[in-house]
């Protein structure tokens, strides 16, 4: 009998299929077996399976006409024999210790789940999932979803050991459906007696590059859509029955990620004249009739308010409100309500009063509209915003805004007025302009003002806002979509300091004070390289390299740097470059003696060049370095 039973369906994946099958065979748990449940593909993955099985007497092949993933992992449970169960589907991986992991806890703890942090694997580059990064974020032995309830996010079946007599004791099987993996997570997490929570990474998620490739990336499909409104409707019925008390956090999920995906086809069903099938609205119907007022709030305004059509079957105004949603024309009146203790409502005659409550949604969006040097001083222009609402009601309101230092929390003021909201067409990164009520405000702001002992620390100074007026008061940074305007103004010299004016890679802006080790005077781009030259203040003895780092994952190159003195040549051919994983990649640029330097880059240029259809931006750090980006 082995100590793990791993259980593999697999459907049409011979291009991951053989890394998934390596993955587990370089487990540092030896004592397994690999049951592999063929589910009628009619690729090549079968011939991959049975070439690993050739050479490694632990992986077993059943082949099944094609019924489903539920029910091929049945199969696979049946024919394991293993003291514990664990599953893997066909295209992803797993980390070579991850089994051991998990069962070594198992055995020391007695509990009857164990289960571990998830990373999305994207080609090569893994980074964090959103829906794990929580929950995993510390170890704990002996726990419960009902005590440690970020576990209600963790309903994917993979991540997980289970202890096989638990399983057949709570008599888990798989509905044979898609999404049939929701509610036997949530199944094992609610009637498990102790849970081990492990914050190492034990399973790498893939994300596929092929259209329609995925059961998520066929979402919109009616077929689709109902398996998954069933598995969202018997996991409801389980959690509002086993653990009352998990069902809140488990809505507030549910209405945002699967209520989205729902408003989303049947707001496309009506928009086109199809009618909507009755059954699927049944299913969204009575999931929403069990959601609290609680779970109802908890989503955003616009949300909630296309959800709410969904759930009283007004469809024709669902596809409106969807539209005016998608292209930034629903703007609800805010309006205040309340005497001691002020409340914020968003006004739309689609929405009834008691789920109009906006207070909790309210956030400063502050957005740089200019930022330039006139002679030694720093002029800025930007709005303020509450983001997509109307703020005509909130007229005679002060607006501040100023420098704070990270460390320190000093402050140096930069304006204050009284300020009133218009209209304003905003562009938006990667889109056309979307109307918003805007606050106005402008500042000038001199750096000679700065105190000796400011200057001394090199300090990072973020730039802030603040809006005050009609009982409500809101904070928040400054920033602004970093792929459009304005330019980040180039830095100014100082007496022994340079002051940079920066932006964070989501868009926030601030000053950073620097004395740079290396200064970059130029940067373009030159026949599909980017050339970049300037000056070292230490040439050292070796030979320099420029390296460029990845953010996402810490990936490096590294390209030559040509030394004349203290002045340096590099020249990056930009076709070299990896490929970008995902919307966006940003990589560093450092110069390398033997020690990492991040030079300053001085110019204001930013450059963009289209090299073999891919699309780079040179840009400045938030530390005043060199930037270089893919979108």
């Not at 580059?125 to 829906?131: E, N």
């Not at 653990?243 to 069903?269: C, N, Q, W, Y």
């Not at 103004?489 to 932006?503: A, D, I, T």
Request: charged share 30%.
């Amino acid at each position: 009998m082995p100590v793990l039973s791993v259980i593999v369906p697999f459907y049409n994946v011979e291009k991951y299929i053989g890394p998934c099958l390596d993955s587990i065979a370089a487990q540092t748990l030896a004592d397994l077996e690999v049951i592999c449940v063929d589910d009628g593909s009619d690729d090549g993955g079968p011939a991959v399976v049975a070439s690993r099985q050739a050479g490694d007497r632990r992986i077993r092949l059943i082949r099944q006409d094609n019924h489903g993933v539920g029910r091929a992992r049945n199969v696979g449970v049946r024919q394991a024999s293993g003291r514990y169960l664990a599953f893997v589907d066909g295209d992803d991986t797993v980390p070579p210790d991850a089994f051991g992991r998990m069962v070594a806890s198992l055995e020391h703890t007695g509990s009857d789940l164990a289960c571990g942090n998830v990373m999305r694997l994207h080609r090569n580059l893994l980074v964090p999932s959103w829906a794990h990064r929580q929950a995993f974020a510390r170890p704990v032995r002996g726990t419960h979803i009902t005590r440690h309830r970020l576990l209600i996010r963790d309903r994917m079946l993979w991540n997980k050991v289970y202890r096989r007599s638990f399983w057949d004791d709570l008599g888990l099987s798989f509905p044979e459906r898609m999404y049939e993996d929701q509610p036997v997570a949530m199944a094992a997490h609610v009637g498990a007696r102790s849970v081990d929570v492990l914050s190492r990474v034990v399973y790498h998620w893939r994300q596929r590059d092929e259209p329609g490739a995925s059961i998520t990336q066929r979402s919109l499909e009616p077929g689709n859509l109902r398996d998954r409104l069933l598995s969202v409707v018997q996991t409801a019925d389980l959690i509002g029955r086993a653990a009352p008390g998990l069902k809140p956090a488990f809505d507030r999920d549910t209405m945002d990620i699967d209520m989205a995906v729902a408003v989303e086809a049947v707001a496309s069903m009506a928009a086109t004249g199809r009618p909507a099938d009755a059954g699927l609205l049944d299913l969204a119907c009575h999931y929403l009739d069990g959601v609290s007022r609680e779970a109802w709030r908890s989503i955003p305004f616009e949300r909630r308010l296309q959800v709410h059509l969904l759930h009283r079957r007004r469809l024709e105004e669902l596809a409106d409100v969807f539209a005016e949603a998608r292209d930034g024309r629903l703007l609800p009146k805010v309006r205040p309500a309340g005497l001691l203790r002020r409340r914020w409502h968003g006004r739309h005659p689609s929405m009834p009063r008691h789920l109009s409550d906006v207070s909790g949604e309210l956030r400063l969006k502050g957005r740089l509209v200019s930022l330039e040097w006139r002679d030694g001083v720093l002029h800025g222009v930007g709005r303020v915003s509450l983001g997509r609402f109307d703020a005509a009601r909130l007229r005679r309101v002060r607006l501040r805004v100023w420098l704070q230092e990270r460390g320190t929390g000093e402050t140096v003021l930069l304006s204050e007025a009284g300020s009133a909201p218009v209209w304003e067409d905003v562009e938006q990164d990667g889109g056309g302009p979307v109307a918003e009520h805007t606050f106005p405000f402008r500042f000038a702001f001199d750096p000679e003002t700065l105190t000796p002992a400011q200057l001394a620390r090199h300090g990072h100074w973020d730039l802030r806002a603040r809006l005050k007026g009609h009982g409500l008061r809101l904070d928040g940074r400054v920033g602004g979509p970093r792929w459009s305007r304005p330019l980040v103004p180039e830095p100014l010299r100082l007496p022994g300091v340079w002051v940079v004016p920066v932006r964070m890679p989501k868009g926030a802006w601030g000053l950073r004070l620097r004395t740079p080790k290396a200064v970059i005077g130029s940067c373009r781009v030159d026949g599909g390289e980017l050339v970049c030259a300037g000056r070292i203040s230490d040439a050292g003895d070796g030979e320099p390299v420029l390296r460029l780092r990845r953010r996402s994952d810490g990936e490096e190159m590294y390209f030559p740097v040509a030394l004349d003195g203290r002045e340096f040549r590099a020249r990056v051919p930009l076709a070299d470059i990896d490929e970008r994983v995902g919307d966006e990649a940003w990589w560093e640029v450092l110069i390398d003696q033997g020690r990492p330097i991040r030079p300053l880059v001085r110019t204001g240029e930013r450059p963009v060049a289209t090299v073999a259809d891919r699309r780079f931006l040179i840009d400045r750090d938030d530390d005043g370095g060199l930037l270089l980006a893919e979108r």
